[in-house]
């Protein structure tokens, strides 16, 4: 076999026009099933305490499985995943452990150090990697450790535990390389860091999602059993089921054959009768406890696991090997080195010519981060009628009016882009838009249905809210799904020289109904300025804005109003778009644009209160809480919420008005951003040299105050982005009394949460957060594309010095991809100084994707697996090398693109 250079593009082009399915098979198994909503039928709503890690090895999931560095197909009938037993731990290790919200000092938190160290989005090729002590695994000691901490201590992890000490621990890697879409070959090599000779079991296992416990009673059952080996394999395993087929799994080293049922044990959990002998937990009991009788002697079931015990002597390595295959094979491991050395090299093309001329270090950012998102494709099971129902058993009655009732249309069974598939095993509607932005840069197809996902009619309310996510879909995030939508249609039509306006109509159509939901919904007093509570921002408020104030008072948000000026002018751009081609649409683009002035006129203080978001004095837009006596009070804090409506700015080029007289008429009637005779917005009708033009809620008078804010070290930027509270705020400020909220103190706290507001497990109030520095880097851009290189401010950070906007965004851009990279004292301000990522070289080159960063370290914080938005870095990184468009994004489809 040969490599090609261009193969992974191939499979995705014959994924994009249906011609194989690449996607079928993929790590669309979760890190974590348990603690979730979906698996929660307790009266109380008590996810994390109905259902926790101690039940998971003996209690079969109801809608999603779980497993170590895991596959499945894209409908998650049939599953694959490792585990693993050192000889000492009280559990088979089957699945990654972490502490729930009230056992961590910061919340919820997987105690285990994995990596997601390569992926092609075909999933043609994949690698993971799972750090294993040699020691028992120190289960009681990360629980009482951080239920001992404080809030204002860091969480203790696995590294604090000394488990890894004197490299007492196995680095065990899981390839999977696809011969075909129904054909993986599988690698799992163990490699001993250790002083010692040691041994390890591995059990790679294959099993069933139990569906047939909750389907009909004489459903047809699925079946594992063992077959005759062919050639080459020491043992084979037949798996039928009655949707997916008939699939082989095949094994060229010696084991112990395991075979039980995906059942819940009973017995074991509540004292109970067990349906039958054989039970999910089987394999933790043979091989921990002895149980030899608890596995099935008849080599059939519904759960499969291949018990290999691997002797190793130090610096040395063990491995095994393994075929899936829909087609039975005469000799399954004829090819299945070469297979291995073909994928790897696909995937080294793949990603070199995305950025060719990329130093090592930022080609691994690169390479990683998107590797990260790639394993976080999950495949999500929620049907919240049936859940509501309560299945077989009858739910209290307060389930009736409980989490998600008035959601019981929404019926996921879909692959989806995660967050973290530990921490947030969960769709969340603001972070999807962002993970589409990333996911554009290798597979705009999966992007573009992504998108399209949660705009359908099983997803979308009927009033037009967009779900946020299970754990109350009724929440309001940011409106972020026309912004996606833009992004991904301009990427593909770099990439193929056309975009794909059907694909534009399809989601407009859909955002629209939204749109008007905000507008009902969220701004209840008709006046343009907008609620919306949390949005996503968690605890930066100095109070919790998802409850309601005292009957009387309101309050008008800056970052939702900024929010929907965004959402009005990205709207406006999307029909301007289709209008090329389809006029028809203009006057949507009439509408959308007029929304937007509205909008802009309510912030300039012309309506509602009289009392302008934007403060002229302090030059930064402020929250303002209206009294019942309609006076209003604006709330003194320096935070993103202030900074959001930077955002709502668009360039929009001559092609776009040249078929559209009553959009122009509409610019020229309120040129230079006058609405009713008075300047609200920058919406000059001069163009720049290009011909084209500027809408944007911020003036260039306005942008130079809120920029000479955010460019100074003494308030929001740090060397590592800006930080989500000025540090201004760094000693406390008493703002007083509030009315409707009561004495209020702002605080910067630049780490981790010493709040319990939201579970506490994640901080607005200081640390640098990725997807609103990259928008803000977007939008200064955009000003930057209109206004020219001859606009600039003084930036404090240097000594007041002229920069132009360009220069600004690139610093910025810089600062953010600089907390993955080594520094001049060749440090990686992502990690305590003290870690083994710094110094060793079995930990140096791999990355961790943090949900948050410190405020002045740089080190990550949160989720520690959470690719997802924070994947934007690889945005980030493809800038530095894209100041002007390559000739691979401008090849047309048929040559080199996707």
């Known amino acids: 076999m040969t490599t090609q250079p261009n193969a992974e593009r191939q499979r995705l082009k014959n994924q994009r026009y249906h011609a194989e399915n690449w996607r079928l098979w993929g790590p669309y198994l979760s890190e974590r099933a348990w603690g979730t909503v979906r698996e929660d039928y307790s009266p109380d709503g008590n996810a994390w305490g109905?259902?926790?890690?101690?039940?998971?090895?003996?209690?079969?999931?109801?809608?999603?499985?779980?497993?170590?560095?895991?596959?499945?197909?894209?409908?998650?009938?049939?599953?694959?995943?490792?585990?693993?037993?050192?000889?000492?731990?009280?559990?088979?290790?089957?699945?990654?452990?972490?502490?729930?919200?009230?056992?961590?000092?910061?919340?919820?938190?997987?105690?285990?150090?994995?990596?997601?160290?390569?992926?092609?989005?075909?999933?043609?090729?994949?690698?993971?990697?799972?750090?294993?002590?040699?020691?028992?695994?120190?289960?009681?000691?990360?629980?009482?450790?951080?239920?001992?901490?404080?809030?204002?201590?860091?969480?203790?992890?696995?590294?604090?535990?000394?488990?890894?000490?004197e490299g007492r621990y196995w680095d065990i890697e899981v390839f999977y390389a696809k011969a075909s879409t129904e054909e993986l070959c599988i690698q799992i090599v163990a490699t001993n860091r250790g002083p010692d000779e040691t041994s390890l079991w591995l059990l790679p296992q294959l099993w069933f999602r139990n569906d047939w416990s909750w389907r009909e009673k004489n459903a047809e059952k699925p079946l594992l059993n063992a077959i005759l080996p062919p050639d080459g394999a020491a043992w084979a395993v037949a798996a039928a089921h009655p949707m997916l087929g008939r699939y082989h799994l095949y094994g060229a080293q010696q084991a112990d054959l395991l075979y039980t049922e995906n059942e819940t044990n009973n017995e074991r959990l509540w004292g109970l009768a067990n349906a039958g002998p054989y039970v999910k937990d089987a394999f933790h009991r043979y091989l921990v406890n002895g149980e030899r009788t608890a596995?099935?002697?008849?080599?059939?079931?519904?759960?499969?696991?291949?018990?290999?015990?691997?002797?190793?002597?130090?610096?040395?390595?063990?491995?095994?090997?393994?075929?899936?295959?829909a087609l039975p094979k005469s000799e399954p491991f004829a090819f299945h080195e070469e297979i291995l050395a073909q994928r790897l090299s696909e995937a080294n093309a793949?990603?070199?010519?995305?950025?060719?001329?990329?130093?090592?270090?930022?080609?691994?950012?690169?390479?990683?981060?998107?590797?990260?998102?790639?394993?976080?494709?999950?495949?999500?099971?929620?049907?919240?009628?049936?859940?509501?129902?309560?299945?077989?058993?009858?739910?209290?009655?307060?389930?009736?009016?409980?989490?998600?009732?008035?959601?019981?249309?929404?019926?996921?069974?879909?692959?989806?882009?995660?967050?973290?598939?530990?921490?947030?095993?969960?769709?969340?509607?603001w972070d999807l838009a962002f993970h589409c932005t990333v996911m554009a840069l290798i597979d705009i197809d999966f992007s573009k249905d992504q998108v399209e996902l949660l705009l359908r009619e099983n997803y979308l309310h009927p009033d037009g809210q967009i779900p946020a996510c299970e754990w109350a879909f009724g929440d309001v995030n940011p409106p972020l799904h026309a912004m996606s939508a833009l992004k991904v249609f301009r990427a593909e039509r770099v990439q193929r020289g056309k975009g794909d306006t059907a694909f534009l109509k399809r989601v407009l159509h859909k955002l629209l109904l939204t749109h008007t939901w905000?507008?009902?919904?969220?701004?209840?007093?008709?006046?343009?300025?907008?609620?919306?509570?949390?949005?996503?921002?968690?605890?930066?408020?100095?109070?919790?804005r998802s409850q309601p104030l005292p009957a009387g008072y309101t309050l008008?948000?800056?970052?939702?109003?900024?929010?929907?000026?965004?959402?009005?002018?990205?709207?406006?751009?999307?029909?301007?778009e289709i209008a090329v081609d389809d006029p028809a649409y203009e006057s949507i683009a009439v509408q959308s644009y007029s929304q937007f002035l509205a909008i802009a006129n309510t912030?300039?203080?012309?309506?509602?209160?009289?009392?302008?978001?934007?403060?002229?004095?302090?030059?930064?837009?402020?929250?303002i809480v209206v009294q019942p006596d309609g006076s209003a009070r604006r709330i003194n804090v320096f935070s993103w919420v202030g900074i959001i409506p930077l955002f709502a700015c668009e360039v929009v080029d001559a092609r776009l008005l040249a078929g559209c007289p009553r959009f122009n008429e509409l610019l020229w009637k309120h040129k230079g951003g006058m609405f009713d005779g008075s300047v609200i917005c920058a919406c000059p009708v001069d163009t720049n040299e290009?011909?084209?033009?500027?809408?944007?809620?911020?003036?260039?008078?306005?942008?130079?105050?809120?920029?000479?804010?955010?460019?100074?070290?003494?308030?929001?930027?740090?060397?590592?982005?800006?930080?989500s509270v000025s540090k201004r705020h760094a000693t406390g400020q008493d703002l007083g009394h509030i009315p409707g909220i009561g004495n209020a103190i702002i605080q910067y706290v630049p780490g981790e949460s010493d709040s319990a507001l939201f579970g506490g497990n994640s901080n607005w109030r200081g640390p640098v957060w990725m997807p609103t520095n990259y928008l803000l880097v977007q939008a200064i851009e955009k000003m930057h594309r209109y206004l020219g290189d001859a606009f600039t401010f003084p930036a404090p950070c240097l000594n007041?010095?002229?920069?132009?906007?360009?220069?600004?965004?690139?610093?910025?851009?810089?600062?953010?991809?600089?907390?993955?990279?080594?520094?001049?004292?060749?440090?990686?301000?992502?990690?305590?100084?003290?870690?083994?990522?710094?110094?060793?070289?079995?930990?140096?080159?791999?990355?961790?994707?943090?949900?948050?960063?410190?405020?002045?370290?740089?080190?990550?914080?949160?989720?520690?697996?959470?690719?997802?938005?924070?994947?934007?870095?690889?945005?980030?990184?493809?800038?530095?090398?894209?100041?002007?468009?390559?000739?691979?994004?401008r090849n047309p489809e048929g040559n080199t693109g996707p």
């Open 295 to 325: 596995v099935n002697p008849q080599q059939q079931g519904t759960k499969f696991g291949a018990a290999h015990k691997l002797t190793v002597a130090p610096g040395q390595t063990g491995a095994i090997t393994l075929v899936l295959s």
């Open 690 to 723: 290009r011909g084209e033009h500027l809408l944007s809620l911020v003036t260039p008078a306005m942008l130079v105050k809120i920029l000479v804010r955010i460019f100074d070290e003494d308030e929001f930027l740090s060397q590592f982005g800006v930080r």
């Open 800 to 889: 007041g010095y002229e920069i132009n906007l360009k220069y600004a965004s690139t610093m910025l851009a810089e600062r953010l991809a600089d907390i993955f990279r080594r520094d001049e004292t060749d440090v990686i301000p992502n990690f305590p100084i003290d870690s083994p990522h710094q110094t060793d070289p079995h930990w140096g080159n791999l990355l961790l994707f943090h949900e948050y960063f410190h405020g002045e370290t740089g080190q990550g914080l949160g989720a520690a697996h959470q690719t997802g938005w924070t994947g934007l870095v690889a945005n980030l990184v493809m800038r530095r090398y894209r100041t002007e468009i390559p000739e691979y994004w």
């Open 50 to 165: 109905y259902f926790d890690h101690d039940q998971a090895r003996s209690r079969a999931y109801r809608w999603n499985e779980d497993g170590l560095g895991g596959i499945s197909d894209e409908s998650q009938r049939l599953c694959f995943s490792l585990g693993l037993w050192n000889g000492h731990d009280a559990i088979l290790k089957e699945r990654a452990f972490g502490l729930t919200g009230k056992q961590g000092n910061h919340g919820e938190d997987v105690k285990e150090c994995y990596f997601y160290l390569d992926a092609t989005p075909s999933h043609a090729w994949l690698h993971y990697l799972y750090k294993y002590p040699q020691c028992a695994f120190p289960y009681e000691r990360l629980m009482e450790e951080n239920v001992r901490r404080s809030r204002r201590d860091p969480p203790f992890s696995m590294i604090d535990s000394g488990s890894f000490a």
């Open 350 to 429: 793949f990603f070199t010519s995305l950025l060719p001329e990329a130093t090592a270090q930022d080609h691994r950012i690169l390479r990683q981060s998107l590797a990260g998102m790639i394993w976080n494709k999950q495949f999500y099971h929620y049907d919240v009628s049936t859940w509501l129902k309560g299945d077989e058993a009858t739910p209290p009655s307060s389930r009736q009016y409980g989490r998600n009732h008035d959601w019981r249309h929404l019926n996921a069974k879909d692959v989806i882009s995660m967050p973290d598939a530990w921490e947030y095993p969960w769709f969340a509607a």
């Open 556 to 576: 008008k948000q800056a970052d939702a109003t900024g929010w929907m000026a965004m959402f009005s002018l990205q709207l406006t751009l999307i029909a301007l």
């Open 518 to 544: 905000w507008i009902n919904r969220n701004d209840v007093t008709g006046m343009n300025v907008f609620e919306g509570g949390f949005l996503g921002l968690d605890n930066i408020s100095v109070y919790n």
């Open 603 to 623: 912030l300039a203080g012309h309506t509602g209160a009289g009392v302008p978001i934007w403060d002229e004095a302090d030059g930064f837009f402020k929250d």
